[in-house]
């Protein structure tokens, strides 16, 4: 299962330092990823409203930690078990 590193501010809207937090997930592509977080964590479209429709994937991106690549142009690349990748926004935080 690969792990995601997000950030608690994300999360929780009372967090207002920069801490990180891992999460394992099931799935295995970038789309994938996006959409399992999304589920999980509501309040992550709560944040930014824009990202509750049908293009919301545009608005987060995951970026490999090896390599910086930037996952949302790569959306079949298959993510290891144990590979960590980085959820960020792209509308800034």
Sequence with gaps: MPVVSISEM?????VTVTRWV???????TGPTITEELLARFPQLRL?????AESHEIRWFGLWRDDGNDDLR???D???????VV???NQLGC
């Design 86 to 88: 980085h959820f960020v």
């Design 77 to 83: 690349v298959l993510i290891g078990e144990d590979e």
């Design 73 to 75: 142009y790569e959306p």
């Design 10 to 14: 994300f999360l929780d809207r009372a």
């Design 22 to 28: 891992t999460i394992r997930v099931e799935a295995n």
């Design 47 to 51: 944040k930014h409203p824009e990202a």
